[in-house]
């Protein structure tokens, strides 16, 4: 990456301020370019807080240290499209990104472990602290995204707690039958078995698919449905229990990475503690108001029974161990990540609609 350095000193002006013993000034100050990438625009929180939360807080880290950063923001597919973001900092087309990982199930099934555990917890913050247990402890869980030439810095974000939204009212799994509903990535294996046709899809798309008849609902989170309107187009809004998910987090081009002084890369992992922070809390702020938008009266609300929500986990094919099974074959710790992750929600006191561990 092409560093603009200030000298403040010219060779000559050196020279002659060694002759004449005189003190020194301070380190030249050093400014270094990096563009930040995210395929979705900045309504969505995991973008928003790129500006609010991790721009600033390197930035704070930096002071006084002899370097700042020229900020290059290229959101909502200017640089790379949802999903390819991983590519282009693997190509150095950024340095740093918000990868939605939720996006890759093939590239990084570790980090996928939650969305083949659905009925998890609702809260998305045991969901992260959870998935910090697994990086700090199971190495693969880091070293995996080395295979694209990417360092994981923190940062992790979850999307809350997953719902259904359709544009027909539903209150058990039978009502499902024959209506395409569209999921992102691994989560279309949550409709297996419950006569649903799931089909893949994602945020930007959602909208004008319904409002189209692509398909009939979607499986959404209520703070990024609220912002999209999808209740214009699908005002049903049945609270299924899916969990909240671990969707991405922040990752820098390894190579750059490397090669940038070590007060840069603390600060660069500080500002995604920051943003962690800043991310989890604005949401958890955000979600009761976002169901009042999305489902204003009890019409078009429905909380799916206790049994209701253990009968549809129950329906489900073994998602866990399939993939835990199918990762393993590749040569990485699935089915140890898979026990691991639940252990520590159950730890944690989590309510499990099923125990999808292998132990």
Sequence with gaps: MTLTIRRLLTGTALATALSAGLALPAMADETIDITIVNGHPPIFLWVKHLTESFIPAVDAALEGSGYSINWTEA?????????????????????????????????????????????????????????????????????????????????????????????????????????????????????????AVGVAGNLTTYY?????????????????????????????????????????????????????????????????AAYQAGYLEEQSARVTAAMAAIAPDAEHLHTLAPEERARWAAALPDVAGTWAAATDAAGLPATEVLNAYVATLQAAGADLGRDWSMR
């Design 75 to 195: 959101y909502g597919g200017t640089l790379a499209g949802v999903g390819g973001e991983l590519e282009a900092i693997e190509n150095g087309l950024a340095e740093i990104g918000s990868v939605p990982t939720v996006f890759m199930p093939n590239q990084l099934p570790l980090q996928n472990v939650t969305y083949n555990t659905p009925f998890g917890p609702s809260s998305a913050q045991m969901v992260m602290s959870a998935m910090e247990v697994l990086y700090d402890t199971i190495p693969a869980m880091g070293e995996s995204w080395h295979t694209y030439d990417t360092e994981y810095l923190g940062g992790g974000f979850a999307l809350d707690n997953y719902i259904l939204m359709t544009n027909f009212p539903v209150t058990s799994i039978d009502d499902l039958a024959g209506h395409r509903i569209a999921a992102p990535g691994p989560a279309v294996n949550w409709l297996e078995g419950t006569g």
């Design 208 to 272: 004008n698919d319904l409002q189209t008849g692509v398909f009939d609902g979607v499986i959404v989170f209520a703070t990024a449905a609220a912002p999209a309107r999808l209740q214009e187009v699908a005002p049903y809004v049945t609270v299924t229990d899916f969990g909240a998910q671990s969707a991405g987090g922040i990752v820098a081009n390894q190579t750059w990475f490397a090669d940038q002084p070590e007060v840069v890369q603390n600060a660069l992992r500080a500002g995604a």
